[in-house]
């Protein structure tokens, strides 16, 4: 995912998703761009339907120079027990997989104290991890259905 901040534009696909499995920990790599002529000091934030302690963000500073441009990373780690905890015997039977979340992108330059926001959207999808899969052909072992169809058995 790329991010052009101060300039409006998103280098980003319509449709960022990243699939998760409880208890591996996952990463999304986002390249934050200074299109401006100016410093800009910047600071991230993620929101979405999913729990906040999933996810934090590592930083290379929060300074990006002129034409220059700094890698966040966003780290997501589910509890191994995750589906344990969320058996169907508690108060709601159905079960949430795919949740909805977008980096929000700070910027400030020093000089003139201007702010802009930026943001970009992703999807997250929870799945249980499952070695019937890795018997399938290649070709079927990327297809979420066929993965959720077996982890049935």
Request: hydrophobic share 40%; glycine share 8%; charged share 25%.
């Amino acid at each position: 995912m790329a991010l052009g901040a101060a300039s409006g534009a998103i280098d980003a696909a319509p449709e960022l998703s990243l699939l998760l499995y409880p208890g591996e920990p996952s990463e999304m790599v986002v390249q934050v761009r200074n299109l401006e002529r100016d410093r800009l000091e910047l600071s991230l934030q993620v929101e979405g339907d999913f729990p906040s302690d999933w996810c934090r963000i590592g930083t290379e500073g929060s300074e990006i120079l002129p034409g220059h441009q700094m890698d966040a990373v966003l780290y997501f780690q589910i509890a191994a027990d995750f589906f344990e905890q969320h058996g169907v015997h508690g108060e709601n039977p159905t079960l949430k997989l795919d949740y909805q979340g977008r980096l929000v992108v700070y910027s400030i330059e020093p000089d003139t104290g201007r702010r802009q926001v930026e943001f970009a959207s992703f999807r997250l999808h929870l799945r249980p991890r499952s070695l019937y899969a890795k018997f399938l052909p290649a070709i079927y072992q990327e297809l979420d259905f066929v993965g959720r169809f077996l982890k049935i058995f």
